[in-house]
């Protein structure tokens, strides 16, 4: 395609795509300190709150793959431009729910809006740059993507606290109509030429029935004591059936929805794996911190916020060095030495007491966040650098794919195991504890219950520390990967 724009137009243009991935990725963190305030709005349990998170991860994750078929059959700028208007439409839905059930149903509708918006985002930057500049639009997508977490939490916090949680999606609505009409109007020549290929869809089915049946179950799982219960064992094993159906068919159809046939280079298989087991473990930490500090810590969300943007900060810094060395070192040793360093962080979080004060709490994620761009550019470099050229795209969107899925799967199995333990550790100290007839009952039950959620969060971080050291080990079977010529196009 040949196409020029203006510079003025291509900095409006720029900003534009910028923002909008900006907002999508800023809608995976913003909730995320958000949960205890909707889930005490809407009178449900903190636990039940996380599925505002979890039903957006997996909508999204649902969608990613669906992508390359929508620009193909509808072009890249009108698919791009009709999922921003409907993230504004499932947003205001989203602000104006009045039980959990139609939030939970909206986040849905707007993970599924917000899944092509990152990748075709990007590629529009890409048609829309001169190919010698082509790296300055990477650099414009990595920083939003790095600079939401740093404004998620602080932004969600804030405005929950000044105007209560619906405004947290309601703000998505001026954003969504600006960047949706600015950019068919400044984009229509570098509209994608149409294409009619066949959507796969048994395959999409088969992929929501599973990954949907897993969710749930994961979900309710706690709620409904797991396997005494008809219900979760239904939902496994229609999990566990759909899984076997979705292979089977996905390596046997002419056009998959998901190319599975990237798994046989082991340098991607065990990247993806790295990356699933690291992702997962870090979005872990970072829903069940606020749900710990608003919770248990009396913080405020906007106090919980300041404390998770800490992560955010030597991230940003560290992410240039990042991308330069991955050029010029094996990019498994730094792959190995991020994912340590998150590990020995983690670690020192398992010690955590109920009188730590707001720096001892937000110091540690401060230095964490040096290790997130040597583990995340390195890895998705070492992941697309093992496949074919002409399977990169399939790749990309598969890895995108399992690495949100990682995080919803892991925020259920974090939190539902975090409450069990708290329970555990509460039923412990009961056990072992003497009245004093000097202590009111309610100061003791008050003691008792922050003691069994401190223990309960050091139990859950020091799970997340081995989780960690497993992926570092992991990936030392990836075969040594070849240098890559362009480490930024390959690492997003």
Not at 317 to 325: E, G, S
């Amino acid at each position: 395609m040949v196409a020029d724009i203006s510079n003025k137009k291509l900095a409006i243009a720029s900003v534009l795509l910028a923002a909008a991935n900006l907002m999508v990725v800023l809608d995976m963190t913003i909730a995320n300190v958000s949960v205890p305030h909707i889930a005490g709005g809407l009178a449900v349990s903190g636990n039940e709150g996380t599925y505002v998170i979890t039903s957006y991860a997996v909508a999204e994750a649902i969608s990613v793959p669906l992508t390359g078929w929508l620009a193909s059959r509808f072009g890249s700028l009108r698919v791009f431009c009709m999922a921003i208007l409907l993230f504004g439409v499932f947003s205001a839905m989203c602000g104006m729910a009045m039980n959990l059930g139609f939030l939970v149903t909206s986040r849905v509708l707007q993970g599924l809006a917000g899944g092509p918006i990152m990748p075709l985002a990007q590629t529009l930057l890409m048609l829309i740059f001169p190919k010698e500049k082509q790296m300055k639009a990477m650099a414009i997508w990595s920083m939003t993507t790095l600079v939401a977490p740093i404004l998620g939490p602080i932004l969600g916090g804030f405005i929950c606290d000044a105007w209560g949680w619906p405004w947290i999606f309601l703000i998505n609505i001026p954003l969504a109509i600006l960047c949706s009409i600015c950019a068919w109007v400044l984009l229509k020549p570098f509209e994608t030429p149409l294409q009619k290929i066949k959507i796969d869809i048994v395959g999409l089915l088969l992929l929501v029935v599973f990954v949907g049946s897993l969710q749930f179950m994961l979900d309710e799982g706690q709620k409904l004591d797991w396997f005494s219960s008809y219900e979760i064992i239904a939902l496994a094993a229609t999990a566990l059936l759909g899984f076997i159906a979705f292979l089977i068919w996905e390596l046997t159809e002419k056009n998959p929805i998901v190319d599975l046939q990237v798994f046989r280079y082991r340098g991607f298989t065990i990247s993806v794996l790295t990356i699933s087991l690291t992702f997962g473990a870090f979005f872990g930490s970072i829903v069940l911190t606020p749900l710990w500090l608003q919770l248990n810590m009396d913080y405020t969300a906007t106090s919980a916020g300041f404390v998770m943007a800490m992560n955010g900060v030597f991230a940003l810094m560290a992410a240039p060095i990042a991308a330069m060395m991955t050029g010029k070192f094996d990019l498994r040793k730094l792959v190995s030495i991020g994912i340590l360093w998150m590990a020995g962080v983690t670690f020192m979080r398992s010690f955590n007491s109920s009188d730590m004060t707001f720096f001892q709490i937000a110091v540690p994620l401060l230095f964490q966040g040096i290790a997130l761009p040597f583990f995340f550019i390195p890895l998705s470099g070492l992941a697309l650098s093992s496949v074919n050229p002409q399977q990169i795209a399939s790749a990309a969107g598969l890895m995108n794919f399992l690495r949100t899925l990682a995080g919803a799967f892991a925020t259920s199995i974090v939190t539902t195991a975090w409450n069990t333990q708290a329970t555990v550790y509460r039923t412990d100290i009961v056990g072992v504890m003497q009245p004093h007839p000097e202590i009111p009952i309610a100061l003791l039950n008050n003691m008792v219950e922050s003691q069994s959620v401190v223990l309960a969060t050091n139990h859950i971080f020091m799970r997340l520390t081995v989780v960690f050291v497993i992926a570092a080990i992991v990936v030392w079977f990836a075969p040594k990967p070849s240098q890559i010529a362009n480490p930024m196009e390959a690492a997003h």
